[in-house]
């Protein structure tokens, strides 16, 4: 099929699903340098539906207008598209505005690429959105060792907000505790007061009514009732005491916590600044990560070596910002998942692909094991989960195999990770999912990473409710896991 006759059964096909708007218009696209895409203005899942694609898309993206009307503008997305660019594009567009991003996306033939998008309403007669057009232009990554530079420089400054935020949360918690314990001691004093305070009006009244019904004993008793009457003063006087210690006690307290507000917002904000560095930092890493790519199909056999070592540099780079932004992101409590079905192949395959240069370059085997299986989960959460197991066993395995594949249980399926690596104590198994944790182990490489792998799946699967899994063997291996419930399981249900 030509690629006119392609855009001119898209024309109709758009003609058909885009109403109220001039088709006259689309000619215009048709001769534009950028790439047009209009869709229907659908933003619930699965999302907007394509309508009209111009040449210049097909010229981008390699897909002719046939192959994409009709599908969702998602079908262009790779691991590499930041899903929280595309959370903000939904973001402006339901509240009724444009929307400026730049992203990652795939082409046909496979290969990844920058542009900038520009996504616009399009208002009908009766003030509704009828449709969005978006303008996409390809990007040029930067490339210079300038560029490399300044990612140094900022990952350093991220790394000293990290350690200052530690520092500052670790003095307010001494602050809490400290002041914590001096309130249990003055409340036990105000509730020692307040139970003589109850004896001493006790006795008053006692003695109030032995005083009535002894009038005419008045004389004999004077002499105890003022004894009482002075003991009752130097009771109030001590209440009066405990009572002013309480109100300089809450002063203190009301300061307390207002310096405890103030660290909490300075925390807050230096979260937002750590996610807002580690963002940027994201597209350079992924820069290099191409080049690197480019680099392992060029270089000969004698630079393998050097390779070898870009990519674990690259590796740890990489996980060290995705730990940081996610780190930020659950600490500030906006990681929300998005669970439906996903294909468990298609996200082993992805995985497999991606790690096994690495596994190459350090004499390792690294195999994964298909499945058929449907799992309920977020995508791009438990792809990271996976990431982040698999980067582990990379780091610390130095020879030997690594396996990733599947085992049913019941209604859920569990997802492992097995190397052949130095193991773990069992006493030390709890520890390895502590934030900034590494065993103290000669088998294990204590240069690379800083211990935020394990403590980001143990907080995603949390977050997810999934559980996670390790069994380990000294001087053997580890076996990771995760454990997802099957997607197949409703469908049972139903049929019962």
Known sequence: MSDDHGFKMAGRAAGAGMKAMPLVVQPLWDHMDHAVIVTDSQLDVPGPTILYVNRAFTTL?????????????????CRRTDSAVVATIRRDLQQGGAARVSLVNRRKD??????????TPLVGLRGETEHYICVAEALKEDRTPDALMRLSAELEQAQTLIEDLERRQSDAEELIDRQTRELAIMTERYRHSLAQLDAIQ?????????????????????????ASLEELRAMD?????????MEEANIQLARTNEELRRLQAADADKLQLLASASHDLRQPVMSMGLFLDVLRNRLGEAERPILGGLLAAHL???????????TARLDAGVLEPMIE??????MLEIIHGEFLPQAEMRGLRFRA????????SDAQLLERILRNLVANALKYTVSGKILLGCRRCGDCLRIEVWDTGPGIPEHSQQAIFEEFRQLDNPGRDQKRGVGLGLAIVS??????????????????????????PLAERKRRRRHR
């Open 237 to 245: 006087e001590e209440l009066r005491t405990t009572l002013d210690q």
């Open 369 to 376: 094991v298909s499945s058929t299986a449907m799992v309920l």
């Open 110 to 119: 496979g290969s990844d690429y920058l542009c900038s998008l520009v996504v």
């Open 316 to 326: 740890s780079i990489r996980t060290l910002l995705e730990g940081m932004l996610d």
């Open 459 to 484: 907080r995603l699967a949390g977050r997810l409710g999934h559980a996670v899994g390790l069994r380990s063997w000294p001087d053997r291996g580890s076996v990771f896991s995760v454990t997802v």
């Open 61 to 77: 993206t390699g897909y002719r207008a046939d192959e994409a009307i009709g599908r969702s503008p998602r079908f262009l997305q």
């Open 341 to 346: 079905p996903l294909p468990v192949a298609t």
């Open 202 to 226: 006790e006795r008053l009244a006692i003695r109030e009514t032995a005083l009535e019904r002894r009038g005419k004993d008045f004389e004999r008793s004077d002499s105890e009732l003022h």
